[in-house]
DNA sequence: ATGACCTAACTTTTAGGA
């Protein structure tokens, strides 16, 4: 089962380039980020003619999450909003039970964390509460015992390696010592890391600024991740990331990172 | 040269992103 990760950067925007990755990669999950658009104006039918089934949690201009499957795979027991605080409205959390004939079925959240900059903003006690949400819920679901997939726009850098130039992204929401402490309080709950597990290179990157040339220049940052349950991390085949998107005419500041499951 | 962007919105300027 090959699952994929990618912040779209507004699907309206997006669409187009969502379809040609979808034809030519055929995944069979996709979790997407940053729709910005609400759901009435979630561009169904062009993905649903790509043979996808779709579920979204959408937001007026910000956030916005969804899930696609291919079929004949298909998506139950969907939660739309991560537990632990009614009052948040913010549409960063989905997840379903993907399952199919023949499949040993995945439990897969597409996940978009907050930015948390600046960091002497409620903004960044936001992003770290978020995360311990998440964490908390994470673990709940680890009780089951099920092949498990997080994947999503974590907004954290885990390592120095994972940056271009970390010197820049010291006093940033997604590199400070607290954000990396509440990422690895998260794998220690159990998770394994997909793209760590299979490579351990330094400059594997995943978002590239639209600003001050940090494409060409490669410039970038690997904050785009999935995490694996034991039982996910056993049938772990492989990771790439889809680097040449980044390349096209009008891309998003993300590319997909893709893994494959036995 | 440390310059340089993109998106949505009750749009002509701002907020948010990372």
Request: charged share 25%; hydrophobic share 45%; net charge negative.
């Amino acid at each position: 089962m090959r699952i994929a990760t990618w912040n779209v950067n507004s699907i309206k925007q997006r669409v187009g380039h969502l379809t040609a990755f979808l034809d030519d990669a055929k995944p069979d999950v996709v979790c997407l980020q940053e729709l910005k658009c609400q759901d009435e104006a979630f561009p169904r039918a062009e993905i649903e003619a790509a043979g996808y089934a779709v579920e979204t949690l959408g937001q007026k201009a910000y956030n916005g999450v969804a899930l696609l499957v291919r079929a004949p795979l298909t998506l139950s027991e969907i939660r739309r909003g991560l537990p632990g605080d009614d009052t948040d409205e913010q549409a960063r959390y989905i997840e379903a039970l993907v399952s199919g004939e023949d499949v040993t079925p995945v439990r897969v959240a597409a996940i978009y964390l907050p930015n948390g900059n600046p960091v002497d903003s409620p903004k960044y006690p936001y992003k770290l509460a978020f995360l311990e949400r998440l964490r908390l819920h994470a673990r709940a679901l680890m009780a089951a015992e099920e092949a498990i997939v997080l994947a999503g726009d974590y907004n954290v850098i885990p390592e120095p390696e994972d940056a271009a130039d970390p010197a820049a992204w010291t006093r940033d929401a997604l590199f400070l010592p607290q954000t990396r402490a509440a990422f690895r309080a998260l794998l220690a709950e159990g998770f394994t890391e997909a793209l760590r597990a299979c490579d351990p290179r330094a400059g594997i990157y995943t978002f590239w600024d639209y600003q001050a040339g940090c494409w060409n220049r490669n410039a970038g940052i690997r904050i785009d991740h999935l995490l694996l349950s034991p039982q996910a991390a056993d049938r772990l085949v492989s990771v790439s990331v889809q680097k040449h998107l980044r390349g096209l005419e009008k891309p998003s500041d993300h590319v997909p990172v893709t893994a494959e499951l036995a």
